[in-house]
């Protein structure tokens, strides 16, 4: 966040919204970009919770009232490589404008939808995403969620020919956002193809399944570090172990698996993990990464009560009807 300073006496400020922020992005680079007067103006750059030092891809500026019309010419600007978005922060009361008078300045951020526990996880780009949506959208409370399925097999063969109709249906149920998740080398690349022709409501992710591990070669690393390059390919997976089916052996679901933690972590992205009937393997390879993960997210996971609640410190777990299924009988 970048200083103030407060002599004036009293002005009335605005609040500019900015999207699409690279998480390293400084104060010091926006009001350098935005050619605004650091001592008239204010960055704020909310943090990732539980992780001060990584930014969450969205800010606010606050300036004098008269400079705002010539820093909103800035938006589409680039930034770090991003394209910045930058547009009038929605007010809680349109009728009183900010006041700025002597170390007093109000500059409360937007409430954005998904709060802790459940921004765990998902990337600053999806969070920029769902923050700009809610700011555009006229009668959507601070407060009122916008839900994403954070893994949907739409590459599918079952979903060809159907796809616009399946997003059409989930938009009517209030889902904003869908992760098609990628299960192999070809099904990520479809994932991305898919988002290409829907860029308004899919992201997706990038990996490989448990049941493809077989296929899995030295050359695969290489290959989703280059679709994890986008920005809308939000995380590593669908990867981890199933010992309950056994498409793949053993030892190929747990070199797959690690070599795809290792990237995780290499590239910065969260961890999307099939967690069936493996749970010890799963927790064996990321604690040799302790230190250096990611956000994780657990699917399909069938441990015991006492496990689900160690794996919930810092992680995410998706309540599958395995997971219903096996609490009950025990």
Partial sequence: TSSLDTSSSMSLLQRIFLGNLPWAVTAEEIICLLQVDPKTARVDLPTEPGNPSRKRGFGFLILPLEQAERVLTFNGAEIRGRTLKVALAKQSDKSKPERWQKHSISTSSHTVMHTQPHTAGIPAQVLDRLEAIRLKKDG????????VDIGANLTNFRFKGQVKEVLERATAA????????????????????????????????????????????????????????????VAVGETGMDLNRMLSTEQEQKDAFCAQVELACKVGKPLFIHDREAHTHITECLDLFKGRLPPVVIHCFTGTPAEAKRCVQGRVMGMSCLVWCGFRRE
């Fill in 140 to 147: 959507v409370s601070p407060s009122q969620p916008l839900l």
């Fill in 174 to 233: 209030g889902v904003s956002r869908i992760l098609v998740t990628g299960t192999s080398i070809e099904e990520s690349r479809a994932a991305c193809k898919l988002v290409d022709s829907y860029p308004d409501v899919l992201f997706a992710t990038a990996g490989v399944h448990p049941h493809n591990a077989k296929h899995w070669k030295a050359e695969c690393s290489d290959i989703l570090e280059g679709l994890l390059a986008r920005p809308d390919v």
